[in-house]
Structure formats: C-alpha cells, structure tokens
C-alpha cells in the first residue's frame, strides 16, 4: 500500500469517526472469509457499517481527529480489526451476540466499544452493551411513567356507575298548566 492509498482509507476512516458516535472494534480473526461474509450481511441488515482497516491506520486516523478523546482505544488496535459503525450505541452488540450463538462460537471478539464519548473495553462488556436503552426505548419508557397517571384516571371515569336519569323535570313539564297564547286585550 502507498502512501497516497493509507491517506485515502485515513481520510475514509476520519469521516466514519466523524460521521458516527458509536463504533465498535472487534477482532475478527479465526472467522472464515464466508464467516466474515455472513457477519457483514448481518450488519447489512441492521444498517452497521463494518469496515476492517490495519491498526496503525485506524490509530492514525483517531489521533487526526482527537488524540487525547480517543486515547483509551489505542491499547484495543491488536491483531485483525473490524470496525462497526452504528448510529444505534447497543445494535453491534447484538449482531456480535447472536453471531456468536449461531456459530455456537466466541468470535469476534470484543476489544472495545466507544458509545458517545464512553469507553468500554474487554470482551466482558458485551452483555452490559446489549441491554443498553437507545434513545427511542428510553423516550418511549418516559411517555410510559407520564402515561400511567393519566391511564388511571381514565380508567376510573370510565369504570364510575351512571347516575339514573332525573324523572322529575318531565313531569314538572306535563303537569304545567298551558300557557295563554290569546293576545291580550287592550286597555
């Protein structure tokens, strides 16, 4: 690769960063090239941009945009790396878990995920990933907890006894006398 050719995939891989808040590093090595293949497809289907890039590459590219914010992850650039870009901070994890349980597998491997500006780092955290609320879950719990106290009056007017009809004006009405529609006589 020539230098023109790294300055292209550092450029691409700056406006990935740039582009998304989310992005995993994981490594894909020991996954076959049609394993790798179907784990594309997976973020395909889940609109996650994966892209492998060389470490040095991949560190060149954060430190052109912010040394100090992305130094937690430089200690993650080892051996084969895939990156996944996601707008969703939780959809790689559960592309990473459920490939594993289809291959009954412990690939890829989690090396770290930056999720808006925080760093988790290790295998070990995928779990934790996984259950994170995305902003839509946690608007949609919000309107739920305003909702409850609303729902609940509704549901007791609407559960309350009606209350008879009143007979009494209608037979007010019936028993009063007619009125006198004679004009009256002038004085």
């Given at each position: 690769?020539?230098?023109?050719?790294?300055?292209?995939?550092?450029?691409?891989?700056?406006?990935?960063?740039?582009q998304?808040?989310?992005?995993?590093?994981?490594?894909t090595?020991?996954?076959?090239?049609?394993?790798?293949?179907?784990?594309?497809?997976h973020?395909?289907?889940?609109?996650?941009e994966?892209?492998?890039?060389?470490?040095?590459?991949?560190?060149?590219?954060?430190e052109?945009?912010?040394?100090?914010r992305?130094?937690?992850?430089y200690d993650?650039?080892?051996?084969?790396t895939?990156?996944?870009?996601?707008?969703?901070?939780?959809?790689?994890?559960?592309?990473?878990?459920?490939?594993?349980?289809?291959?009954?597998?412990?690939?890829?491997?989690?090396?770290?995920?930056?999720?808006?500006?925080d760093l988790?780092?290790?295998?070990?955290?995928?779990?934790?990933?996984t259950?994170?609320?995305?902003?839509?879950?946690?608007?949609?719990?919000?309107?739920g907890?305003l909702?409850?106290?609303?729902?609940?009056?509704?549901?007791?007017?609407q559960?309350?006894p009606?209350?008879?009809?009143?007979?009494?004006?209608?037979?007010?009405?019936?028993?009063?006398?007619?009125?006198?529609?004679?004009?009256?006589?002038?004085?």
């Amino acid at each position: 690769m020539n230098k023109e050719q790294k300055k292209e995939v550092i450029d691409a891989l700056k406006d990935k960063f740039s582009q998304y808040s989310n992005f995993y590093i994981t490594d894909t090595e020991k996954l076959s090239v049609s394993q790798v293949n179907t784990l594309r497809r997976h973020c395909f289907d889940k609109q996650v941009e994966m892209r492998v890039a060389k470490n040095t590459l991949i560190r060149k590219a954060l430190e052109s945009i912010d040394k100090d914010r992305y130094s937690g992850v430089y200690d993650s650039l080892h051996k084969v790396t895939a990156l996944m870009f996601s707008d969703s901070p939780k959809d790689p994890a559960l592309i990473i878990s459920s490939f594993r349980k289809q291959l009954n597998g412990e690939r890829p491997v989690l090396k770290a995920a930056f999720l808006n500006g925080d760093l988790f780092v290790g295998d070990n955290q995928l779990v934790a990933l996984t259950r994170i609320k995305t902003r839509n879950e946690m608007i949609g719990e919000v309107i739920g907890l305003l909702m409850s106290p609303v729902q609940r009056v509704i549901g007791a007017l609407q559960n309350r006894p009606e209350k008879a009809p009143a007979a009494a004006p209608v037979a007010a009405e019936a028993e009063a006398p007619a009125a006198d529609t004679t004009p009256a006589a002038e004085a």
